[in-house]
């Protein structure tokens, strides 16, 4: 697309200079033709030489300007080829990013890069509900001191200056008079100018939607007054349309990743998702790793007496204690039936002691719950790289638990 365009430009640039030096030169053999015979020599040598003069300078003026032109034209060719290459590499790389977060870095790295007065810039989510604003992402801004400010939408000059529809890209050449009509107090005003590595003097805002729907903010800001100009509101209009097209094919292919790792009643890693996780798995030798194998007692009789439902409802609250129990300090994992994985952190004794809690914490909970006390089994076995040996060993350990407790009751 883009030689193309440059090829048309050339073509054009060609009839131009044709015309530029056909004309001037009609003219002045029309000119010598009628004039000469009735003028002196000297005088007609005089004036055809200042007729070229004034020519040549005309020209010079002329290619001068048109070269200015054509350099703004191919600068506009190669920002949009840069933006096109950012939006098929978001798009196609989109299911590589770690998080949403890291997403959006991405993403607004590459819209400060492509506009040329940009020199920071934030992305900011909206709250679908509450309409609060927060900061997911940041170039040459702290992003930790930004997230200190309670801000609302109403609050943005996005909204303000749109009539609240947030719609349109909007520029604001000078924001000294924006922060004198801003409902924010003078301390988190304050925060604002202290988070940037220079003053903003002039911003750039363009709203990103999906499906309709306002998703968040992308502001571009400079430390220099009028730094941006409607061409790049074209240029971030465009950018922030196809970004919009990326998030939500990023959001479809995280949520297929969930299908695929997840199970769907307790939202845990299956079988599948946790052999994945297993790899990313970072031990710590003075604590060492331990898988936990846990099983419902009985799980049977649930779905004997109250249903599949009594049984789900078993499964979904054992699966909430152990979210709770362990919050983000290990792999837990729903292996179907009434089978329950740990990849977790030591020592031995301090898992013992969760598992402990767990039981007990469980045993309430299901009380609370009005359903039959749910009772575990469980089993550890040192996390050596492998988690299907370490688990052969937990289930052995467990078995030959269960099969002690029967012979102590008989």
Not at 343 to 354: M, V, Y
Not at 381 to 401: E, F, G, R, T, V
Request: hydrophobic share 40%; charged share 15%; with cysteine.
């Amino acid at each position: 697309m883009f030689n193309n365009n440059n090829k048309i430009t050339d073509q054009f640039d060609l009839k131009f200079h044709i015309a530029l030096l056909g004309t001037p030169l009609l003219l002045l053999i029309l000119y010598w033709s009628t004039f000469f015979n009735g003028i002196s020599k000297y005088q007609s040598i005089l004036t055809l030489s200042l007729v070229c003069i004034i020519y040549i300078l005309g020209y010079s003026l002329s290619y001068y300007f048109h070269q200015g032109r054509l350099s703004r034209a191919n600068q506009h060719l190669h920002q949009m080829h840069h933006i096109n290459d950012i939006s098929l590499e978001l798009i196609n790389f989109s299911n590589q990013y770690e998080n949403e977060a890291s997403f959006l870095n991405a993403l607004l790295k590459k819209a400060v890069t492509c506009i040329d007065g940009a020199e920071m810039g934030t992305i900011i989510k909206v709250d679908p509900i509450t309409q609060n604003l927060l900061f997911e992402s940041s170039v040459g801004i702290d992003l930790n001191t930004l997230r200190q400010i309670d801000f609302h939408l109403e609050q943005s000059f996005e909204y303000r200056l749109t009539n609240g529809h947030c719609d349109r890209v909007v520029i604001v050449d000078d924001m000294t008079h924006i922060n004198e009509n801003s409902t924010l107090n003078k301390e988190k005003q304050l925060l604002l100018q202290k988070a940037a590595i220079m003053p903003i003097y002039s911003t750039l805002s363009s709203p990103i939607r999906i499906d309709g729907k306002l998703y968040g903010l992308l502001n571009l800001d400079s430390g220099s007054l009028n730094a941006f100009n409607q061409y790049d509101c074209h240029l971030v209009k465009l950018l922030t349309h196809e970004a919009a097209h990326a998030i939500n094919l990023y959001h479809k292919t995280k949520g297929i990743q969930k299908l695929t790792y997840r199970d769907q009643l307790t939202k845990l890693y299956n079988q599948y998702g946790f052999e994945k996780a297993c790899q990313q798995w970072k031990a710590k030798p003075h604590f060492g790793s331990y898988l936990l194998l846990i099983k419902i007692n009985n799980l049977h009789l649930y779905n004997k007496n109250g249903g599949y439902q009594a049984g789900n409802k078993a499964i979904h609250l054992l699966s909430y204690h152990l979210q709770k129990q362990w919050l983000n300090e290990a792999i837990i994992a729903y292996f179907g039936g009434n089978e329950f994985i740990i990849l977790c952190h030591g020592p031995k004794e301090h898992t013992q002691n969760q598992l402990k809690q767990l039981q007990s914490n469980i045993q309430k909970a299901s009380i609370s719950a009005d359903i039959r006390p749910i009772k575990i089994h469980y089993s550890s076995s040192h996390y050596l790289d492998d988690w299907n040996i370490s688990y052969q060993h937990a289930l052995q350990a467990l078995k030959a638990d269960l099969k002690t407790m029967s012979a102590q009751r008989v």
